[in-house]
């Protein structure tokens, strides 16, 4: 499967942003699909991650209430909806996919994930 993320770009800080990742397959029930952010400077951090099944979810605790993950089981896709953005916020953002033959918690760790999109970069001005 290849990941194609998209939806960044330069916001104004308290702005909003959708990001979207397609997967180029089926995404199978028992598999998670993830973000995850990268600041310059900075190691490569869990965002967001969903369940494909039950679309159970799990934030950091940074983003809890600001952003919201959610799937489209029909377009094999998962998005990011990024509200009260702040300068924080601003990184390259990726989607990833662990997967999974059974039903297994949700995990932050990256080292998990199977598969990594190209990153989309998000910009958020003071």
């Known amino acids: 499967v290849q990941l194609q993320a998209s939806g960044g770009g330069l916001v104004q800080a308290g702005g909003s942003l959708r990001l979207s990742c397609a997967a180029s397959?089926?995404?199978?029930?028992?598999?998670?699909m993830g973000w995850f952010r990268q600041a310059p400077g900075k190691e490569r951090e869990f965002v967001a991650v969903?369940?494909?099944?039950?679309?159970?979810?799990y934030y950091t605790e940074s983003v809890k209430g600001r952003f919201k993950i959610s799937r489209d089981a029909a377009k094999n896709t998962v998005y990011l909806q990024m509200n009260s953005l702040n300068p924080e916020d601003t990184a390259v953002y990726y989607c990833?996919?662990?997967?999974?033959?059974?039903?297994?918690?949700?995990?932050?760790?990256?080292?998990?994930?199977?598969?990594w999109g190209r990153g989309t970069q998000v910009t958020v001005s003071s």
């Open positions: 990833a996919v662990r997967q999974l033959r059974y039903r297994t918690p949700l995990t932050a760790s990256g080292a998990l994930y199977d598969v």
């Open positions: 969903i369940s494909w099944r039950e679309s159970n979810t």
């Open positions: 397959e089926d995404i199978y029930s028992n598999y998670h």
